[in-house]
T-cell receptor
């Protein structure tokens, strides 16, 4: 079975500062990795994904993430955040043999003026 | 091109009642997955439908059932509602056909149905 850990439940950061949201996973098989963002009262929007190839992946809204197989991590980063980035961020894994996603508990990013 | 649509957006029920939630997948998608997101938590996988059959199921009781129609739309039914069933129910669509790795491995989510059980 797979599991996802997001160590920080809340991350406050000032506008234009860099941010890193941490994600670690456990799995006995190869997985695909995803970050989704959820704005208040909305569904989940795909930010970025790692399926294969380069371990550094770029997504929408200036976000990027790096897959580290040895550390089983997939941390999300942005060099300069905006107020509009305030939202809940979910890391998810999907085993390469299956269909369902396993989500982490989420990290609440609050960007302060 | 419409994305994943869910109805209704909000629903209030009382304990013991039954509820049906609906989902229309993104155009070109043939697979529908349902998730339950309790307040302050990540989504939990309920089940997935493909070719009108339940293909995979998470750790949810039989009170949770579903259906997929020939046009790929889907319903989630919950019987004998409990207070703990109050949550945001998310539908996600994807495609099992197609050769591209991206086509097969990305789920697109609807805005969800907020269910409150009183």
């Amino acid at each position: 079975a797979q599991s996802v850990t997001q160590l920080d439940s809340q991350v406050p950061v000032f506008e234009e500062a860099p941010v890193e949201l941490r994600c670690n996973y456990s799995s006995s098989v190869s997985v695909y990795l995803f970050w989704y963002v959820q704005y208040p009262n909305q569904g989940l929007q795909l930010l970025l994904k790692y399926l294969s190839g380069s371990t550094l992946v770029k997504g929408i809204n200036g976000f990027e993430a790096e897959f580290n197989k040895s550390q089983t991590s997939f941390h999300l980063r942005k060099p300069s955040v905006h107020i509009s980035d305030t939202a809940e961020y979910f890391c998810a894994v999907r085993p390469n043999y299956g269909q369902n996603f396993v989500f982490g508990p989420g990290t609440r990013l609050s960007v302060l003026p | 091109d419409a994305g994943v649509t869910q109805s209704p957006t909000h629903l209030i029920k009382t304990r013991g009642q039954q509820v049906t939630l609906r989902c229309s997948p993104k155009s070109g998608h043939d697979t529908v997955s349902w998730y339950q997101q309790a307040l302050g938590q990540g989504p939990q996988f309920i089940f997935q439908y493909y070719e009108e059959e339940e293909r995979q199921r998470g750790n949810f009781p039989d009170r949770f059932s579903g259906h997929q129609f020939p046009n790929y739309s889907s319903e989630l039914n919950v019987n004998a509602l409990l207070l703990g069933d109050s949550a945001l129910y998310l539908c996600a669509s994807s495609s099992r056909t197609g050769r591209a790795i991206e086509t097969k491995n990305i789920q697109y989510f609807g805005a969800g149905t907020r269910l409150s059980v009183l």
